[in-house]
């Protein structure tokens, strides 16, 4: 009965996101919804792209093994994108008018530049994808008892995600996220008062996270383990950034307002409700303690799960799996279609020049079906990997490629197009260097690449102009001694 439900329930959005699938005329409609999204609408697409599988089930299986240390980059860091990106980014973002961020390189650097950070941020949306499409598998083999194997189950999920994707592209994104976000708001908070009171109330849950020390924020007072805490803070909040997805929030809002507003709103929000999933799983110690000590060592990740289907009377049931899959299904929606138009708008089109809008529109459309295929055949090969590491792993590269040389750009008017490729290559090379040797169990390999990005873009800018400086005053003196 769960089972049907679900895809009653999966059906009906498909339905949704195909009705808002009509008002797509042009490629700007399918990218970003023609800029005439409201801002309750951008907080919502906001707040619903970010919380995903990971928030559900990631976060709260990091918690109650490492305490609010442990999930320092996902809220805390991932929400506080959001509110750095409505305030730093957002408003000279949107006063250029652009389809991709990948458009902004290009108009800053040139085409290799351009090209060089599109695939960049493509391949951080295969970690991040694969992670709902994992838990789309782990719905579907929880609710058929096993019946539906968690390969098969994620086949299941992308297709119902392409079903609407695929031809409604943001405009069919934004509403689904908008009636999602409230099913999964309405159904989480419901949920943890039930838990709450199962578990004897809400006091009782705070009280044992208290004297687990579950509370426990900050890293011990060594250079190691800061250093550590600080690389893990910035792999989200500032990795996330230079990212489509939330690009296209940016640039569908109908006013500069919206634009600036809804991000922080959906930031905030984001960071608040996050605590939700981390109370529920917290309330299983007590509700069930044996069995969430077997699972904490086995699989945390279905700690939650469990709770509801053996504890929860039916309702409870319904409540959560509506809300958990409106979690995955508007975050994997927007994560399939932000590389798709960046493929078509960035790299595709340095092969095959812009013939037609509508020539446009079919590209892109391909393309969300072949990158649907792509991320279904990694989630498939990398099952047994934590959702919360595929998804802290896939930022770190546009961290150490992307971010510095779009801050530079916005803010730096000495950036030049040599400093943006210093800093990408030294980055990246930095960053693959610490993963690949013994450095990175001693200096994080992210912090790493983002330091040597940082020098890349101060040596590249910089040292073309002291050349110079240094010729012109030899060339005085020359003349002077003439």
């Known amino acids: 009965m769960l089972l049907t439900l679900v895809i009653v329930y999966l059906l009906v959005t498909i339905a949704i996101g195909l009705y808002a699938a009509r008002r797509v005329k042009n ?35 990091k918690f109650v093994n490492s305490g609010l240390n442990g999930v320092v980059e996902d809220p805390f860091g991932a929400g506080t994108c959001l509110i750095l990106v409505g305030l730093f980014f957002a408003s000279k973002l949107y006063k250029m008018s652009l389809l991709t961020i990948s458009d902004y390189y290009r108009e800053r650097y040139g085409r290799t530049v351009e090209v060089v950070c599109s695939l960049i941020i493509m391949l951080s949306y295969l970690g991040w994808v694969s992670a709902q499409v994992t838990a789309l598998g782990l719905v579907f083999n929880l609710l058929s008892g096993g019946v539906i194997a968690i390969p098969t189950g994620m086949v299941i999920g992308v297709v119902s995600i392409l079903a609407y994707t695929l031809f409604g592209g943001m405009w069919s994104v934004a509403v689904t996220d908008f009636i999602q976000m409230i099913i999964l708001v309405s159904g989480l908070a419901i949920l943890a008062v039930f838990a709450g009171n199962l578990a004897g109330g809400a006091d009782k849950v705070v009280a044992l996270a208290v004297s687990k020390d579950l509370f426990h924020f900050w890293p011990e007072p060594s250079f190691k383990d800061m250093v550590f805490f600080f690389a893990a803070a910035i792999t989200m909040m500032l990795g996330s950034i230079p990212q489509q997805d939330v690009f296209q929030r940016v640039m569908s809002a109908n006013s500069i307002g919206a634009a600036t507003k809804g991000p922080v709103i959906g ?20 509700i069930m303690p044996e069995q969430t000590a077997a699972l904490l060592k086995d699989d945390p990740q279905k700690v939650l799960p469990t709770l509801v289907l053996q504890k929860m009377p039916f309702v409870m049931q319904v409540l959560f799996f509506g809300a958990l ?13 932000a590389p798709s138009v960046t493929f078509t708008e960035n790299i595709w089109r340095q092969f095959r020049p812009r013939v037609s809008d509508r020539n446009e529109l079919r590209n892109m459309r391909i393309t969300v079906l ?8 990694y989630a498939i090969r990398m099952q047994g990997t934590s959702i919360y590491e595929m998804v802290s792993g896939a930022y770190q590269v546009t961290l150490v490629g992307a971010f510095i040389p779009l801050v530079f750009g916005l803010y730096w008017k000495k950036a030049t197009t040599q ?13 693959l260097l610490f993963l690949a040797t013994p450095a990175g169990e001693q200096f994080p390999a992210q912090l790493a690449g983002v330091l040597a990005a940082l020098v890349g873009m101060l040596v590249g800018s910089l040292g073309p102009q002291a050349i110079r400086n240094s010729h012109a005053g030899h060339h005085k003196l020359a003349g002077g001694a003439a």
């Open 370 to 377: 072949v990158f649907s295929a792509l991320v279904l055949a």
């Open 419 to 431: 400093g943006a490729i210093f800093s990408i290559v030294l980055g990246i090379l930095a960053w």
């Open 267 to 286: 930031g905030v929000c984001y960071i608040l409700f996050a605590f939700v999933p981390m109370f529920l799983v917290a309330s299983a110690l007590i």
């Open 27 to 61: 490629s700007a409609d399918y990218a970003i919804a023609g800029r005439n999204l409201p801002l309750v609408m951008i907080v919502t697409t906001t707040f619903a792209t970010w919380f995903g599988s990971e928030t559900v089930l990631g976060i709260p299986a």
């Open 325 to 337: 899959l409106s979690a995955i299904k508007s975050t994997a929606s927007a994560t399939l279609l």
